[in-house]
T-cell receptor, first 115, second 110 residues
Framework: DTGVSQDPRHKITKRGQNVTFRCDPI?????LYWYRQTLGQGPEFLTY????????KSRLLSDRFSAERPKGSFSTLEIQRTEQGDSAMYLC?????????????FGPGTRLTVL | TQLLEQSPQFLSIQEGENLTVYCNSS?????LQWYRQEPGEGPVLLVT?????EVKKLKRLTFQFGDARKDSSLHITAAQPGDTGLYLC??????????FGSGTKLNVKP
């Protein structure tokens, strides 16, 4: 399978716990995006990387959220001291500007439930 | 406040009917994309439009970008149950960042 993969697919945690999600993009894609999607809404931009550099982070993102892409391949998104409002689907997408069509390929998402 | 407003939010129609969904903004975008998302999956790109007034067709789906590049529409002819899903539009100023609308949830009944 050469698509974008995310792990885990589902995560249930208690308020105050830390969680970490992983995204493995399509290997030749240099851009990687993280989005959050709540029920009934479209994906909301969180942050994006070009290779290993984090180029932009949403101002809506609190300091409890951090993302890394250490070798320009896979990425992790960590949420510290989770709150019930963090419950959402977290989507990862990869993208190559060198390709025609500027298509973002999305992973299946990680659904987070904070109790 | 979302940059892109989609309407209607929900649409339930019978197989064979035609429909149009809309994506509107007060901002001018350099490109606009339409995605379809099924439950439990990530969005899948349907089309990208970049020129004001541009019309693109994908089988029974027709996409139009407004002349001023602020709005777009998606028209489906003779809808089928397989068209059921959440339709999302996403605008971009420079292909660096993508702003999604809240989506139109379409249900096509057999």
């Amino acid at each position: 399978d050469t698509g974008v993969s995310q792990d885990p697919r589902h995560k249930i945690t208690k308020r105050g716990q830390n969680v970490t999600f992983r995204c493995d993009p399509i290997s030749e894609h240099n851009r990687l995006y993280w989005y959050r999607q709540t029920l009934g809404q479209g994906p909301e931009f969180l942050t994006y990387f070009q290779n290993e550099a984090q180029l932009e982070k949403s101002r809506l993102l609190s300091d409890r959220f951090s993302a890394e892409r250490p070798k320009g391949s896979f990425s992790t998104l960590e949420i510290q001291r989770t709150e019930q409002g963090d419950s959402a689907m977290y989507l990862c997408a990869s993208y190559s500007r060198r390709r025609l069509g500027n298509e973002q390929f999305f992973g299946p998402g990680t659904r987070l439930t904070v109790l | 406040t979302q940059l892109l407003e989609q309407s209607p939010q929900f649409l339930s129609i019978q197989e064979g009917e035609n429909l149009t969904v809309y994506c509107n903004s007060s901002s001018v975008f350099s490109s606009l994309q339409w995605y379809r998302q099924e439950p439990g999956e990530g969005p899948v790109l349907l089309v990208t439009v970049v020129t004001g007034g541009e019309v693109k067709k994908l089988k029974r789906l027709t996409f139009q970008f407004g002349d001023a590049r602020k709005d777009s529409s998606l028209h489906i002819t003779a809808a089928q149950p397989g068209d059921t899903g959440l339709y999302l539009c996403a605008g971009s100023y420079n292909f660096n960042k993508f702003y999604f609308g809240s989506g139109t949830k379409l249900n096509v009944k057999p």
